[in-house]
């Protein structure tokens, strides 16, 4: 006998689902500031990723994040094959990501704007996505290091190319492909300096960059290992170098080196971050013996705009969530989102996560008018520095708030928030952690006083009371007067960030701007999110963030 279904209980007040929606059209800072950051002619292809990457590719991303990348050392024979297999919705992802130029617009087509194009497309994916923004990262920044190599064109121009293969065969048997990179060893990542890989040259005197050099040595962590070469640092006889290694040689044989074991890491499941060991693995050299740091930089510099365009995309994607959650969800008699503390909270985090993708934006301007124009340069160089510390550092912080919006919904797995969450420390960490970033902001300013020189012009503007005071604590170390000792580096640092983000706001007449400065310049404020001054037009802030 069948028995009467029991009525427990209506589902209620819970938000319907939030996707598919438009990531490109819901977000009116990011529409701002690709036409403010001279991107305009790109914005239709933005637009059609904006809408893929809140749709499709959001929903590929959580089967290619749960189902983790599994190491295959052998085959069934007994051979070694040092193979990664990904969920298929990796590869999905990962193609509509490179044919869309996520990897390699900026190369592809070097027009004016391009770079910034492109720093829309990573912000984005981030969005939707972020494991496998690391391999599309790494192959974007890897460019411009293997085009200082002309035997290497063919490697350059297949990064930059709008083709995803995924086949592990020799890279001339392929229309496009990823790279990564190999500078982490198991006594020191920061210092790279203590690298102990050794590069052996295999003839005798050898001059010619194509004439190869064998690696031995290991790599701590050696993320996106299916990639078809890395940028590897080792020790030459002239001292560390850069090298080219690739997966496959060019005879189709696999290159001489082992992949270990994966990290089984806190988040980032989606992509695979391995430990390798080189057993005497083929390479040919990128840039002098003795100048590998100098050579990788560049390809450091871009990578640290990711970062930083990456956590801008993590906090505009936690805060889409909170602002959909509490719109939906009410409590104590009326929606979360009009409860007037809600508000404060929420719109102190749309505040943060547009300031964010302003600066990363503007310094997206200055790498892209960099070879055009010196003083662009300067402050993309040390600009790049101060936004990754400050903006991958504010991340995991943005996350747990956005997280509390939802309530406990924001801890199960079946919001986004705890993926989000485990993803927030890593753009700090890697590609230089925090300390670092302070301290190579410091090594620019007393190195390179261009650097300070453009800092300190970008921010010269007429911002009100709070602004001036800022900048002006700033003016004697900017011009080279007042060395900041090391211990007071992230203290220098955070000024200069907030500034810069206060700087990009107004310049824009964004209606936030002044709000920033009395949140976060003005003295004191306070620490947490949701502790803006309450007479100001909160409710405004949110509309536009929603
Ligand atoms: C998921 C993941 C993937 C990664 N993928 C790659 C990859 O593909 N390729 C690669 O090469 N690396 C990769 N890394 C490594 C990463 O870049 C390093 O972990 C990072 O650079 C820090 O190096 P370390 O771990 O050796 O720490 P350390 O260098 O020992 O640093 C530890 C701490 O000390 C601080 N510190 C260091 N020196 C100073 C100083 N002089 N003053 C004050 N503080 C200091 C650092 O800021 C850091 O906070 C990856 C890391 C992670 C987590």
């Not at 912000?123 to 972020?130: D, F, M, R, S, T």
């Not at 200055?366 to 903006?391: H, L, M, N, S």
């Amino acid at each position: 006998m069948d028995l009467p279904p029991f009525e427990t209980h209506a589902v209620d007040n819970q938000p319907p689902p939030f996707a598919p929606r438009d990531l490109w059209r819901d977000d009116l800072a990011l529409r701002e500031a690709m036409a403010r950051e001279g991107a305009s002619a790109f914005s239709g292809r933005i637009a059609e990723y904006g809408a893929l990457a809140g749709s499709m590719l959001y929903e590929l991303s959580f089967d290619a994040h749960r189902d983790r990348p599994r190491l295959r050392t052998h085959d069934g024979s007994g051979h070694r094959i040092d193979r990664v297999e990904f969920h298929p919705d990796y590869h999905a992802i990962m193609r509509a990501a490179i044919e869309h130029g996520v990897a390699g617009l900026s190369w592809a087509e070097p027009v004016p704007g391009a770079h910034v194009a492109r720093a829309a497309l990573s912000y984005l994916h981030y969005q939707a996505e972020p494991g496998s923004s690391c391999p599309l990262t790494m192959t974007h920044a890897a460019v411009p290091v293997l085009r200082r190599e002309s035997g290497l064109a063919e490697w350059a121009d297949k990064a930059a190319a709008p083709h995803y293969d995924p086949r592990d065969v020799p890279v001339a048997e392929k229309p496009g492909i990823t790279l990564g990179m190999g500078m982490t060893e198991k006594q020191g990542g920061s210092d790279v300096r203590a690298n102990t890989t050794t590069a052996a040259p295999v003839a005798a005197h050898a001059s010619d960059p194509s004439d190869p050099y064998l690696l031995v040595g290991h790599k701590w962590f050696f993320s996106a290992p299916m990639s078809d070469g890395f940028l590897v640092l080792a020790q030459a006889p002239g001292g560390l170098t850069c090298f080219l290694m690739p997966r496959r040689l060019p005879d189709g044989a696999r290159n001489a080196f082992a992949l270990v074991r994966l990290k089984d890491k806190l988040g980032d499941w989606s992509n695979a971050s391995s430990e390798v060991e080189f057993r005497g693995a083929r390479a040919w050299r990128v840039g002098e013996e003795g100048r590998g740091v100098a050579t990788i930089l560049e390809m450091v510099m871009l990578t640290r705009l990711d970062c930083m365009l990456g956590s801008s995309g993590l906090m505009r994607m936690a805060l889409a969530q909170a602002l959909h959650h509490c719109r939906h969800r009410v409590a104590f008699g009326k929606p979360l989102l009009d409860q007037p503390l809600m508000r404060n909270v929420l719109a102190d985090l749309a505040l943060e996560a547009e300031a964010a993708l302003a600066l990363s934006m503007r310094v997206a301007r200055a790498v892209d008018a960099a070879p055009r124009d010196p003083a662009e340069a300067a402050f993309a160089r040390v600009a790049t520095a101060i936004g990754k510390y400050w903006i991958c550092k504010r991340t995991p912080a943005f996350v747990n708030e956005a997280q509390e919006c939802l309530g406990g919904n924001g801890y199960i797995e079946e919001s986004l928030l705890p993926r989000l969450y485990r993803q927030a420390p890593l753009n700090s960490i890697w590609e230089g952690s925090g300390n670092i970033q302070c301290l190579d902001v410091l090594r620019a300013l007393a190195r390179e006083p261009a650097t300070g020189q453009a800092l300190w012009n970008e921010l010269q503007l007429e911002g009100g009371p709070a602004y001036a005071t800022a900048i002006e604590t700033l003016r004697a170390p900017l011009q080279g007067k007042a060395p900041i000792p090391e211990a007071a580096a992230r203290t220098f640092v955070e000024s200069l960030a907030l500034a810069l983000q206060a700087s990009v706001l107004l310049k824009a007449a964004n209606p936030i701007a002044q709000a920033f400065c009395r949140s976060r310049l003005a003295t004191p404020h306070s620490l947490a999110f949701g502790t803006l001054p309450p007479d100001l037009p909160l409710a405004q802030f949110i509309a536009r963030a929603a």
